[in-house]
């Protein structure tokens, strides 16, 4: 459901189905759901996940920290500073592990709010925690927008996995029409690094990627 390349009208149906099958579930298949959430990069989810991140720390701990750092995310200027004011006040355990993972993210979200072109910027900042998030707010506010598609091109060969993997992601998202260059990057990608680990821990979801675009162009 999160990767399906859906209509914006869809969106809220499916929101409702995940949350269901959320609470459904137990810790661990939990942990994975909020995961997935986050590529749904649908705001209407933001207060779902701050819901879960203010859990009293008896109920799933584990579980309040992925969900928080999956709302600082995808958290704009005002939803940045809503979680900094829930770190701020919190007085479990975890308010470190929730300072340490999400400074930068609500940093950068005050910082650049629902603008395009500054998290087109942000793709090529040092701090690999920024360039993530980038790749999640392009997802949110650039879907179909050919700028965005892209800048998010020209990091698929981003030297760090975790960056990759977003930007693959996010690439899927915002390309409702698919997109043949994406198409060739992934291929050269492949061409350029079978063989090496930095092609294999992406293999799979690179290339289903590619697969799904090249579908969609047709």
């Known amino acids: 459901l999160a990767q399906i390349n859906?209509?914006?009208a869809e969106t809220p149906k499916i929101r409702e189905v995940i949350v269901k099958i959320y609470e459904g579930q137990e810790t661990v298949q939990r942990?994975?759901?909020?995961?997935?959430m986050q590529h749904l990069y649908d705001p209407?989810?933001?207060?779902?996940?701050?819901g879960v991140a203010k859990a009293p720390e008896e109920e799933l701990p584990d579980i309040r920290v992925i969900a928080l750092n999956a709302y600082a995310m995808l958290a704009n200027k005002a939803e940045s500073a809503t979680a900094k004011v829930f770190i701020t006040g919190d007085k479990s355990p975890y308010k470190g592990t929730f300072e340490s993972q999400n400074a930068t993210l609500l940093k950068v979200g005050a910082e650049c709010d629902e603008a395009v072109a500054c998290w087109t910027k942000k793709l090529d900042d040092k701090d690999e925690n920024v360039v993530r998030k980038a790749a999640y707010m392009l997802a949110r506010v650039g879907r179909n927008k050919p700028d965005v598609?892209?800048?998010?091109?020209?990091?698929l060969d981003h030297p760090k996995e975790l960056v990759r993997g977003d930007v693959l992601s996010a690439r899927d998202y915002v390309a409702i029409s698919g997109s043949p260059e994406a198409v060739a990057k992934i291929e050269a990608l492949r061409k350029a690094e079978e063989g090496r680990g930095s092609w294999s821990?992406?293999?799979?979801?690179?290339?289903?990627?590619?697969a799904k675009l090249a579908a969609r162009g047709k």
Do not use: E, N, Y
Not at 31 to 36: E, N
Not at 44 to 50: I, V
């Open 149 to 155: 598609i892209k800048a998010l091109v020209s990091k």
């Open 44 to 50: 209407g989810l933001q207060p779902f996940l701050l």
């Open 6 to 8: 859906r209509s914006d």
């Open 201 to 210: 821990h992406i293999k799979d979801r690179a290339l289903a990627t590619q």
């Open 31 to 36: 942990m994975q759901i909020l995961r997935a």
